[in-house]
């Protein structure tokens, strides 16, 4: 595939060794920091793919349901392209910074009385007129895209991983890693974490009731490719906390939902693991307890002071 011309330098993300995660789960487990691509989030690699296809299938608008990545991804690149983007949102229910991304290049944003659900139903529906399309992960073209993660990693590692750990939300990128190491013909261990309490989890990104690729991952599962691991709300702030205080990696709290599925697990000795951040901590700023802000005079002894 060349590069496309709506590119934005999307992937060849950092894969980071993470030392001191590894002894703590037995392993050596590395995070590739997928946040680091142009929009903030993994949703970059499929969408700039979609973009350019919908561009060339004449359409005058892209259409998306979103949680917030896939909007301000989708914004971006109908902005290099062209195109209108049309974004719809659970009101009340994303993260300000995403909506402020896709407003910057010039989305609609438009907020929803009801659930992820209650939105994409209805971007599935404005996807059939014409000159719309739809670029959610049920377009093919996104789920293509998404593949390339999978010839990254083995190309940054210098061999297949045993284990591979993600987030699961809709299940796209679940259903794009699985595919993208099969092309290859390499078969690491997919062990993904979804919210117990998909519908209301404190992880935004992956508030998702009723998953779209439910199906195929469950047919995943079945010929044991995929792991599902159903996380608690502790078990992700848990993880999320510990990637950033233990590696120094700000991701957001959905994006450590491999490495809480990683914790749960165990029993991971001496095994090659990868645990892919989807999207960047600053996309999520709020959930970040504001608590330990402390404001003191401008002296030496007043900061003394604070630090105790
Ligand atoms: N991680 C992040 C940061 C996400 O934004 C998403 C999905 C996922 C993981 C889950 O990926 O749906 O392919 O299983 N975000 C979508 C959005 C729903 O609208 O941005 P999935």
Request: negative net charge; hydrophobic residues 45%; glycine residues 12%.
């Amino acid at each position: 595939m060349g590069l496309s011309p709506f590119s934005l330098g999307e992937g060849s993300t950092p894969l980071v060794r993470a030392t001191r995660l590894s002894a703590e789960l037995g392993c050596e487990l590395h995070l590739k920091c997928d946040g680091l691509n142009p929009t903030g989030s993994f949703k970059d690699r499929g969408m700039v793919l979609a973009v350019e296809r919908a561009h060339a299938a004449g359409a005058h608008a892209v259409v998306c349901a979103s949680t917030g990545n896939t909007a301000a991804s989708a914004a971006a690149y109908a902005a290099r392209a062209g195109l209108e983007a049309v974004v719809l949102t659970p009101a009340g229910a994303t993260a300000g910074p995403k909506r402020a991304q896709a407003r910057a290049v010039g989305a609609r944003v438009i907020e929803v009385r009801g659930t992820f659900d209650d939105a994409l139903r209805l971007c599935r529906e404005l996807g059939q007129r014409e000159g719309f399309v739809l670029v959610n992960s049920l377009n093919p073209d996104r789920v293509e895209g998404q593949k390339s993660i999978a010839a990254e990693l083995i190309d940054q590692l210098g061999r297949v991983p045993d284990i591979v750990a993600l987030p699961f939300g809709g299940g796209g990128n679940v259903s794009a890693v699985a595919a993208g190491f099969a092309d290859l013909g390499a078969a690491p261990r997919l062990i993904v974490g979804e919210a117990a309490e998909r519908p209301t989890t404190w992880a935004s990104a992956i508030r998702i009731g009723e998953p779209a690729h439910a199906e195929h991952v469950a047919t995943l599962v079945g010929s044991a490719r995929v792991e599902v691991l159903s996380l608690s709300e502790h078990e992700l702030a848990d993880a999320w906390q510990a990637v950033a205080r233990t590696e120094g990696v700000f991701c957001e709290p959905a994006s450590a939902a491999g490495v809480a599925a990683l914790k749960r697990v165990g029993s991971l000795d001496g095994l090659v693991a990868v645990a892919i951040l989807t999207g960047h901590g600053l996309k999520d700023p709020d959930a970040v307890a504001d608590g330990a802000q402390e404001v003191v005079e401008p002296t030496v002894e007043a900061v003394l002071a604070v630090l105790g």
